[in-house]
């Protein structure tokens, strides 16, 4: 069935570094994606979107990019901070918002 | 409210009775969710509500799940003779009208429920 997953639960990154975190779809339809960041014991927040127009978003640390051709989405954070600790879902938009998995960004000190 | 309300947060139910779980969405959003979330797992779509069209509950797990949104607004999640399996947390989110904004979805803290 169509799904959307994501490579790696656990990523493990020191601080300071760049962390990117991938999402694989399948669904070809799909128009729009979205990144959530789940912090322990709270609901998801958003964080950045895009559309299937574009193949790079950039926001605050952030960017995500998207390429079709492979139905490949990833985020990446620049200098990763303590608090970027968390968990982190990509969601594709059929009719729904559909959630994958998740991955647990755990930062190195 | 400036977000989205859920009540309560935390419910502590014996197996076999209902539960009721309440949503109040942000105020114009027109779209709101149900998902499900196991300790350490994903999001699980549960039902979707779009202004007056007939709810989306392809996601509800058995016939002892439903909901209802009562004048566009507020929610419920009703949870006959719960399980254990039941326990979780209930997530409700709204976005605006579907179209504008990217459907961007905004998520309350959600419910947790434990079933003894």
């Known amino acids: 069935g169509e799904s959307v997953g994501l490579h790696l639960p656990t990523l493990s990154v020191q601080e300071g570094d760049n962390s990117i975190i991938n999402c694989a779809y399948s669904n070809s339809a799909s128009d729009y994606f979205i990144w959530y960041k789940q912090e322990s014991g709270k609901g998801p927040q958003f964080i950045i979107d895009?559309?299937?127009?574009?193949d790079k978003r950039q926001g605050q640390r952030v960017t995500v990019l998207l390429n079709k051709t492979v139905k490949h989405l990833s985020l990446q954070i620049a200098a990763t901070q303590p608090g970027d600790s968390a968990v982190y879902f990509c969601?594709?938009?059929?009719?729904?918002?559909?959630f994958g998995k998740g991955t647990r960004l755990h930062i190195l000190p | 409210g400036a977000g989205v309300s859920q009540s309560p947060s935390n419910k502590v139910t014996e197996k076999g009775k209902d539960v009721e779980l309440r949503c109040d969405p942000i105020s114009g959003h027109t779209a709101l969710y149900w998902y499900r979330q196991s300790l350490g797992q994903g999001l699980e779509f549960l039902i979707y509500?779009?202004?007056?069209?007939?709810?989306?509950k392809s996601g509800l797990p058995s016939d002892r799940f439903s909901a209802e949104r009562t004048g566009g607004s507020v929610s419920t999640l009703t949870i006959q003779r719960t399980q254990q399996e039941d326990s979780a947390v209930y997530l409700c989110?709204?976005?605006?009208?579907?179209?504008?904004?990217?459907?961007?979805?905004?998520f309350g803290e959600g419910s947790w429920l434990t079933v003894v």
């Open positions: 509500f779009q202004g007056n069209s007939a709810p989306d």
């Open positions: 989110a709204s976005s605006a009208v579907r179209g504008l904004q990217g459907n961007t979805i905004y």
């Open positions: 969601a594709e938009d059929r009719d729904k918002i559909i």
């Open positions: 895009i559309r299937s127009n574009m």
